[in-house]
């Protein structure tokens, strides 16, 4: 894979000292681009990345998470997304507009340790992140069963263009919704293909780093054993 | 300082030591990084006869609460001696030495932990001396910034800690427990190697201008080669089935 120069680097490692962008995961240091994690370095047309191997998941906007409420004021829901901040979610958000938080009961909606799949609205340094589930796909989770996976591994159980995860749907018939912090919900109808399905999520947690992973987990999936 | 176990040759003529290492000679250094499962990342690391565990949690929510930052993560660390760790039990409570040698490991590794990217939160180290044999502080913060590094904590550098000192007369690299008792000066080293800063510096004992320039030359060619050790157990535990 020499084409866009992809090396293995550690904190600290020189990547480039070119013109270049830096990205996620490196720094600037005079003219040196330098990697702050662990992982494989990226160099582009313009810029440089690292793509992590390991490290916790760092709420970004926009981001799809998977959450499981954790307490509750009388204004909102705490939820712990896998990250070291909680995802605050307005009462406004579920009720409505005109939520009105001395009549609305809270536990009505969405009880401790309920799932949600919700979305990252806002997220900056100085508080925690504000998620939402008002939206199509969002919402409470009802069925399935949770796998959690490194959130460094997310990139990979996706694919590229979605290819590894189509292909385990495809074969196992089941739905899976994967939360960019590492938490994934399997569900299935077919006993069979939930448990395939997991198995193949685990491998591919356990095996991110090796080529041609998508022709393994395939073999795997096509083979008959569970 | 001075000559404690007088019949102890410390550097015989050839310029052997006591181990039978070279002057400018590190111990046998090994690391493996990721031994722990509960940890978020963990090293372990044998530094001649010294083993010792680091384990790092973070970045996670500080308890007590008053002690976050909002502007930034904070770091917390504590070395801690097991009572087996010499050969007279060791008190497990936190000893003086233990807290200072905590403080001082924190400090080391903060320049090198982007931090500021983590406010209101903390990351913790915890290293554990298992057997100690001189110039632990060095060896726990080696393990320290693997243990770090495999916690994927972004970081501007990883910190390599060795120690130089002089030992009849002489200025050696790492020193060992006997040449620590018994020799002239020690000065442990902890160093960014990238960016070539010193983020570690402490000294027992007496030295002229003149030695103490030839012992910190001496002691960051040593954390260099730690380095090398550390990168290859880092590459080891991620890179090593397959390329991508």
């Known amino acids: ?226 | 300082m001075g000559g404690r176990d007088s019949d102890l040759v410390l550097l015989d003529e050839n310029g052997i030591r006591c181990d039978g290492r070279k002057v400018d000679e590190t111990r046998n250094i090994s690391i493996k990084a990721g031994v722990l499962k509960n940890a978020n990342g963990s090293a372990y690391i044998e530094f001649g006869d010294n083993k010792i565990l680091a384990g790092v949690f973070g970045p996670r929510d500080v308890h007590p609460k008053h002690m976050s930052d909002t502007d930034t993560g904070i770091i917390r660390c504590r070395y801690h001696m097991s009572p087996f760790s010499v050969t007279e039990r060791k008190n497990p409570a936190p000893s003086r030495r233990e807290i200072e040698i905590g403080k001082v490991i924190k400090e080391a590794l903060r320049p090198a932990v982007m931090l500021e990217k983590f406010p209101r939160t903390a990351v913790d180290v915890y290293v554990e001396v298992l057997q100690a044999d001189g110039g632990t502080r060095c060896a726990a913060l080696d393990a320290a910034s693997v243990a770090l590094a495999d916690a994927g904590i972004p970081m501007r550098d990883m910190v390599s800690a060795c120690a130089a000192g002089k030992v009849a007369d002489t200025i050696i690299l790492d020193v060992n427990n006997e040449e620590d008792q018994a020799g002239q000066a020690d000065m442990p080293i902890g160093y960014m190697p990238n960016l070539g800063k010193v983020t570690l510096l402490q000294l027992d004992g007496v030295l002229t201008p003149a030695e103490f320039k030839k012992c910190l030359e001496t002691g960051i060619e040593g954390c260099k080669q730690v380095y090398e050790i550390q990168k290859q157990a880092l590459k080891d535990k991620f890179f090593a089935n397959g390329e991508q």
């Open chain 1, 1 to 226: 894979m020499g084409d866009n120069k992809r090396r293995f680097v550690i904190p600290g490692e020189v990547i480039t000292t070119g013109p270049y962008r830096p990205e996620q995961n490196v720094i600037l240091e005079g003219k040196k681009i330098i990697a702050t994690k662990v992982g494989i370095s990226e160099i582009y047309d313009d810029s440089v990345k690292v793509i992590p191997l390991t490290g916790k998941y760092i709420p970004k906007s926009e981001d799809l998470v998977i959450g499981k409420i954790i307490s509750h004021s009388s204004l909102s829901w705490e939820a712990d997304i896998n990250s070291c901040y909680v995802g605050m979610l307005p009462g406004s958000d579920v009720f409505g507009r005109n939520f009105q938080p001395d009549t609305d009961e809270m536990t009505s909606k969405l009880k401790k340790g309920d799932l949600i799949a919700a979305r990252i609205v806002n997220f900056d340094r100085s508080r925690d992140p504000l998620i939402t589930i008002a939206d199509r796909e969002l919402g409470k989770i009802d069925s399935g069963e949770l796998v959690k996976i490194s959130p460094s591994k997310v990139p990979r159980l996706i694919g590229k263009q979605g290819t590894m995860i189509q292909a385990i749907e495809m074969a196992t018939h089941a739905t899976i919704t994967i939360g960019q912090n590492g938490l994934v919900v399997v569900a299935c109808e077919n006993p069979d293909g939930l448990l395939k399905a997991k198995k193949a999520i685990q491998m591919i947690d356990e095996q991110a780093h090796m080529a041609n992973l998508t022709d393994k987990v395939k073999a795997m999936l096509e083979s008959n054993s569970v």
